[in-house]
């Protein structure tokens, strides 16, 4: 898909991405440095793209300005639907969301060019082609991307040069961009400290993302692990961290949607926690869409168990503080895949959103719990 626009009196065309999905904008103007953030918040609110010429840290000056003014509308929003009538949990979450995607899809409308290589053709522009390929692979013909995405491309970069630190592997993992970052530790502790099925040899480890459940299983001895996904960049990140990790021995990656074949003494998965539409490739980490892949996991796990053999489910309640899944439903599929709870073990997050009273959804988030639920076949 391509954008145009008119300047100097000729018409402009280039490729368009967006690795959040949103559709290129339909008005595209050029701006520089004499566009207050006034005009340019009316514009991005009726939809045009703002296609910058001027230097690119003023660019970055002008989005925290179209941010100060989202935050400023939206916080007089919040206070007037709160004198109308108390939202409950559910009605938060979805205006929450609601807000999120408003959000981020006014700030993707200012745009910055890329030369093939990219390249950005504007003043003080920062060298980003280390991080544009590692998101993007090869270059190959200019394109034009919102500042929001790179900025993000930019921070994915770094995550992925330093690495998180796990403490159990006394390790870092070194997550890609587009696949979830391991930066809340209680589901790894979880996974570290829960008690293995007598005679464990093999696993499985479901959606393995970066691979960091795969190392904490190897870690703890199983000879094998077998982790799956279906996802190019998380199978990438997985081996990568699997190789640095010296791991290659034990823990084998392959393309697989839920389970691979076979059965094992272990099988983990740690599904996206809310049911939900994703907005961007991100957040498949987050939101799982009708449940599926938990449901998926359930249903499947049976018939991949080994005599004795136990499936971890690592699962936060946050969607049931939220209203959007019952426990008594979860309960009620692990009941309908022949499936019976042979323990749990349960963890408090402690990252800084569970403790935030500000945060749109502190009620709920403050009353989360991460479980590792225990689960055996019915005999």
């Known amino acids: 898909m391509n954008i145009t626009w008119t300047e100097n009196g000729e018409e402009g065309q280039a490729a368009w991405r967006s690795e959040s999905g949103w559709p290129a904008p339909k008005k595209v103007v050029p701006a520089d440095d004499t566009m207050n953030a006034d005009t340019a918040y009316r514009l991005a609110l009726e939809g045009t793209g703002l296609?910058?010429?001027?230097?690119?840290?003023?660019?970055?000056?002008?989005?925290?300005?179209?941010?100060?003014?989202?935050?400023?509308?939206?916080?007089?929003?919040?206070?007037?639907?709160?004198?109308?009538?108390?939202?409950?949990?559910?009605?938060?979450?979805?205006?929450h969301r609601l807000a999120q995607l408003q959000r981020a899809r006014l700030l993707a409308m200012l745009l910055i060019p890329f030369d093939g290589d990219y390249t950005i053709p504007l003043r003080r522009a920062p060298d980003v082609k280390e991080a544009c390929t590692e998101a993007y692979g090869a270059g190959g013909a200019p394109f034009v991307a919102s500042l929001r995405e790179l900025l993000g491309v930019i921070g994915a970069h770094e995550w992925r040069r330093k690495g998180v630190f796990i403490p159990v592997l006394d390790e870092r993992i070194h997550p890609w961009y587009g696949v979830f970052s391991p930066v809340r530790g209680e589901y790894v502790e979880l996974v570290a400290q829960a008690p293995l099925p007598a005679g464990a040899a093999l696993a499985f480890d479901i959606g393995a993302g970066t691979g960091v459940l795969s190392a904490v299983l190897a870690h703890r001895g199983l000879q094998g692990v077998i982790a799956t996904d279906m996802d190019e960049r998380a199978l990438g990140c997985a081996r990568a961290n699997v190789e640095r990790l010296g791991l290659q021995g034990q823990v084998?990656?392959?393309?697989?949607?839920?389970?691979p074949q076979g059965r094992a003494n272990l099988v983990v998965c740690n599904p996206p926690w809310l049911p939900g539409k994703p907005s961007s490739s991100i957040e498949y980490a987050v939101y799982d869409p009708d449940s599926r892949?938990?449901?998926g996991f359930l249903a499947g796990l049976k018939e991949h168990l080994l005599d004795g053999g136990e499936g971890w489910l690592i699962l936060s309640d946050l969607a049931e503080?939220?209203?959007?899944?019952?426990?008594?439903?979860?309960?009620?599929?692990?009941?309908?895949?022949?499936?019976?709870v042979a323990g749990r073990h349960d963890i408090r997050p402690v990252h800084p959103k569970a403790s935030d009273p500000d945060d749109p959804l502190a009620a709920a988030r403050m009353a989360e719990v991460t479980s590792l639920w225990r689960l055996g076949v019915v005999k």
């Open 51 to 95: 296609l910058w010429r001027g230097d690119f840290q003023n660019a970055r000056q002008l989005l925290q300005a179209l941010v100060r003014r989202i935050e400023h509308k939206g916080g007089r929003a919040r206070r007037a639907k709160a004198a109308a009538r108390p939202a409950t949990p559910t009605e938060q979450f979805h205006r």
């Open 252 to 259: 084998e990656v392959i393309k697989a949607d839920l389970f």
């Open 321 to 340: 503080h939220l209203g959007l899944r019952s426990r008594e439903q979860l309960l009620g599929w692990i009941a309908d895949a022949g499936l019976a």
């Open 293 to 295: 892949m938990l449901r």
